[in-house]
Antibody
Framework: QVQLVQSGIEMKKPGATVKVSCKASGYKFVDYGISWVRQAPGQGLEWMGWLSPYNGKTDYVQRFQGRVTMTTDTPTSTAYMELRSLTSDDTAVYYC???????????????WGQGTLVTVSS | IQMTQSPSSLSASVGDRVTITCRASQDIRRDLAWFQQHPGKAPKRLIYGASTLHSGVPSRFSGSGSGTEFTLTISSLQPEDFATYVCQQHHAYPTFGQGTRVEVK
């Protein structure tokens, strides 16, 4: 069955960088994209961007451009999301999700990781 | 594209029929999905393409609509259905509704 397993809780200070991993199994990793979505405490879901494990192409929401980098390690079927210059506003649960967009960003997501809580506090 | 759900919350009993509405700020054709989210858990897809049931989802869930107005219906609410339901469009950069919390009456 499709599974996405994310890395554990992170606590960071303002200005720091966080890197969240997402290990996929149960399907061919390079046949689907990966989207990253975050959810601040008590808030709604916010799509951050997408990447293609097939060709490494990425598509980031403008508000995160310059601060986020999404990558993959195909041999280990793992996707990564790095967010820099953290502020308290970045405190959220970060999710990866399998995306049916492979050549370009689609936003059609089906299976999600369990989420990674990132807390930014001094 | 802004997605607006109504109501923001509702109280219902087991066995009730529940309907949730999602409106898009512009025409999104049928590029809409519905997710269920329990507290502290990841969203689970229920519906895609506005009305297609995701694999393994009980048939008491159904979706309808196109263009700017969509509905999610639970025909007979079960105990495990008390959760938050979220719509998402992927016609443009994906955006989500604010969620509808279904609570025990």
């Amino acid at each position: 069955q499709v599974q996405l397993v994310q890395s554990g809780i992170e606590m960071k200070k303002p200005g720091a960088t966080v890197k969240v991993s997402c290990k996929a199994s149960g399907y061919k990793f390079v046949d689907y994209g990966i989207s990253w979505v975050r959810q601040a405490p008590g808030q709604g879901l916010e799509w951050m961007g997408w990447l293609s494990p097939y060709n490494g192409k990425t598509d980031y929401v403008q508000r995160f451009q310059g601060r986020v980098t999404m990558t993959t390690d195909t041999p280990t079927s793992t996707a990564y999301m790095e967010l820099r210059s953290l502020t308290s506003d970045d405190t959220a649960v970060y999710y990866c999700a399998r995306d049916w967009g492979l050549i370009k960003s689609g936003g059609v997501v089906d299976y999600w990781g369990q989420g990674t809580l990132v807390t930014v506090s001094s | 594209i802004q997605m607006t759900q109504s109501p923001s919350s509702l109280s219902a009993s087991v066995g009730d029929r529940v309907t949730i509405t999602c409106r898009a700020s512009q025409d999104i054709r049928r590029d809409l999905a519905w997710f269920q989210q329990h507290p502290g858990k990841a969203p689970k897809r229920l519906i895609y393409g506005a009305s297609t049931l995701h694999s393994g989802v009980p048939s008491r869930f159904s979706g309808s609509g196109s263009g700017t107005e969509f509905t999610l219906t639970i025909s007979s609410l079960q105990p495990e259905d008390f959760a938050t339901y979220v719509c998402q469009q992927h016609h443009a950069y994906p955006t989500f509704g604010q969620g509808t919390r279904v609570e025990v009456k």
